[in-house]
């Protein structure tokens, strides 16, 4: 239904349209100018043929059902808690699914955090690695 939606518009608007239209969504509503005009030049650059598979695999996959077969490794999910794109309670999903996975909200921060506060998920990530080497080296 939703995914279907999204299809269409990236069907009749193209990259470009798209990116006008939906660019400031995958942010919080406080962002800066700057972040959503970031999102909107990489969202005008999406490979179509990318982009519907992501839309069918978020809406149609079977994530939590994979997320509890992965064993390779140590697991951060981490969400904005504006997020509307994949929110916070399929994300929380997800990490409970994975063994051990550890869940972190960022707070007031949507989909594309990583445009919003490039520094603090920067250090959440570094943090997770760090604590998972020190726990190797005991």
């Known amino acids: 239904v939703l995914f279907r939606s999204r299809l269409r518009m990236l069907a009749e608007l193209g990259p470009q349209g798209m990116a ?29 043929g990318g982009y519907e598979q992501a839309v069918r695999m978020l809406a149609e996959g079977r ?4 997320a509890a077969r992965y064993s390779a490794g140590p697991v951060s999910v981490m969400c904005g808690s504006e997020d509307t794109v994949t929110p916070e309670e399929g994300c929380r999903r997800i990490a409970a699914a994975c063994r051990g996975a550890e869940y972190r909200s960022l707070p007031g921060l949507g989909h594309a955090s990583y445009v919003e506060t490039p520094r603090m998920v920067a250090a959440e990530m570094a943090r997770f690695m760090n604590q998972q080497h020190a726990s190797q080296q005991q």
Request: proline share 6%; aromatic share 4%; glycine share 6%.
């Open 20 to 48: 006008e239209q939906r660019g400031a969504a995958l942010l919080s509503p406080g962002a800066s100018a700057e972040a959503i005009d970031l999102v909107k030049w990489s969202m005008a650059r999406v490979n179509p």
């Open 63 to 66: 994530l939590a059902e994979d």
